[in-house]
């Protein structure tokens, strides 16, 4: 049973064009989390979530929208897509509270997409 | 801005041999560090975390972390082919409004050769 999971696996779509991605976790988590990885395979963090707030890398482009219609669930829209936006996206989820585990990120198998 | 830095590699290391992989993280509040192996088209997994100052051995890993200098390492013993993946190493830059957001570095990638 899988823990963290996004669909579609790869995305293929023309520049301009609007699209979604999802994710779903069945771990419970309180928190979830977008990241991208480029071709240089650098994993940056988009956006955190909880039921609580939304934090937002403030490079990331407003294009880049995260909706969560419940705690299990966030997932990514992206408007007017262009060619830089072609990477992995992962999403991913945690445990946010006290003690020795912060941090610690389940990954679900990503997203390649591709704009053309 | 937080950084974490990690040679790119590839490292490359005889089957059986101990690999040697090194981060440096410039913020100084982190609290908690992460070593991730991810395969070519997979996703990140998370094999190591360690929070206090010293070493922490889960069988063939070891991760050893010193605050002082703000440097953090994964020793891996009898290297296998199997264990070839590039690794992230992970430190938590702790947000106070909401949830924890990893700071990855860019990976180091390690080929264990037969």
């Known amino acids: 049973d899988t823990a963290v999971s996004q669909t579609p696996k790869y995305l293929v779509t023309q520049m301009g064009n609007d699209k979604s991605i999802k994710c779903e976790q069945n771990l419970g988590h309180d928190t979830m989390y977008w990241y991208k990885q480029d071709s240089k395979k650098f994993l940056k963090i988009m956006f955190s979530?909880?039921?609580?707030?939304?934090?937002i890398n403030e490079t990331v482009p407003n294009r880049f929208s995260p909706k969560s219609p419940d705690k299990a669930h966030l997932n990514l829209h992206i408007n007017s897509l262009e060619l830089g936006d072609s990477a992995v996206y992962f999403c991913a989820s945690s445990q946010v509270g006290q003690g020795a585990f912060l941090g610690e990120a389940f990954f679900g198998q990503g997203t390649r997409l591709t704009v053309v | 801005q937080k950084e974490v830095e990690q040679n790119s590699g590839p490292l490359s290391v005889p089957e059986g041999a101990i690999a040697s992989l090194n981060c440096t993280y410039s913020d100084r509040v982190s609290q908690s560090f992460f070593w991730y192996r991810q395969y070519s088209g997979k996703s990140p997994e998370l094999i190591m975390s360690i929070y206090s100052n010293g070493d922490k051995e889960d069988g063939r890993f070891t991760a050893q972390l010193n605050k002082a200098s703000q440097y953090v390492s994964l020793l891996i013993r009898d290297s296998q082919p199997s264990d070839s993946a590039t690794y992230l190493c992970a430190v938590n830059e702790k947000n106070n409004n909401a949830g924890n957001m990893l700071t990855f570095g860019g990976g180091t990638r390690l080929m264990v050769k037969p």
């Open positions: 979530y909880n039921n609580k707030e939304l934090i």
